[in-house]
């Protein structure tokens, strides 16, 4: 496997691109790299806007395409387009979902769809462009993002750590199992991250830009593109972040959970 991922000239795929961090990522990998992007969220408006401006200001090729990840159906033809007449080579999963208040208070449907867009559809992609990298034998990288709160239970964001704690588990796994056969898996556990999803979650209240272990969407992707084209297998950008994560494995969970009930709790 080459110690590098060479992203400049081949196609790489972001989901949730239309905006925060996966939008960010977008244009670094086009900007910095010099990378073709598959663009991939719900709205196509926005998808459309990023992929010209890439386009005119980068000089590179982007495309859209406009999938519900929360959907089975989505999943599948995401992969389908994106290997029609391309040869992708490194996967961005960055879509994702979150909520923050009492957990006996989040409604049913909107905890399958949680489930569906940071579980299900992230395992499924991964499987998807894994297989078709092996298959290819093209030593193509796959990034999955995370979060800090994969290392700590966090009350008041209790299924939204859960799903984290699961993609952490399953990547830094499948990692060993596909790294003989030239494909990288990069976690990636930011802490909080000054986006649109914070604003819909209401945590913006609370949480602002230079808070602890705050980060702009802009000084995320950076850290998030460096670990991928080094292929690391587990990314915590920052020195909070990184000493949260540490302390996550040397203090009691239970501590733990009732420090941040104090801090999150609405």
């Known amino acids: 496997m080459n110690r590098m991922l060479e992203l400049r000239a081949r196609w790489t795929l972001v989901t949730g691109a239309s905006s925060g961090l996966g939008q960010e990522l977008a ?3 086009a900007r910095d790299q010099g990378g073709h992007v598959l663009l991939v969220a719900r709205r196509r408006d926005k998808l459309e806007a990023l992929a010209e401006e890439l386009r005119s200001r980068h000089g590179v090729q982007a495309a859209c395409i406009v999938a519900d990840l929360s959907r089975p159906e989505d999943v599948e033809r995401v992969y389908t387009e994106a290997t029609q007449g391309r040869d992708v080579h490194a996967v961005i999963l960055n879509a994702g979902v979150t909520y923050w208040g009492e957990a006996l208070k989040l409604d049913w449907s909107a905890f399958q769809a949680m489930l569906d867009t940071n579980v299900t559809s992230m395992v499924r992609l991964s499987t998807l462009f894994a297989r078709h990298f092996v298959e290819r034998r093209t030593e193509g990288g796959l990034l999955l993002v995370s979060s ?3 290392f700590i ?4 964001q209790a299924a939204y750590s859960g799903t984290k704690a699961f993609i952490t588990s399953y990547g830094q796994a499948l990692a060993q199992e596909v790294r003989a056969q030239g494909v990288s898996v990069t976690v990636f556990a930011p802490g909080g991250i000054a986006t649109e999803l914070l604003e819909k979650s209401g945590m913006s ?3 602002k830009a230079g808070d602890l272990g705050m980060m702009s ?3 995320c992707a950076a850290h998030a593109l460096r670990a991928f084209v080094h292929r690391k297998e587990l990314s915590v950008p920052g020195l909070i972040n ?3 994560a540490l302390a996550a494995r040397l203090l009691p969970r239970g501590f733990l ?3 941040t009930a104090a801090m999150y709790r609405p």
């Not at 239970?153 to 008041?156: A, H, N, W």
């Open 217 to 219: 969407a802009e000084e």
């Open 148 to 150: 800090v709160a994969a």
């Open 205 to 207: 209240n609370r949480f």
């Open 27 to 29: 244009r670094s990998i």
């Open 153 to 156: 239970p966090v009350p008041y």
């Open 257 to 259: 959970a009732q420090r």
């Open 242 to 244: 990184q000493t949260l």
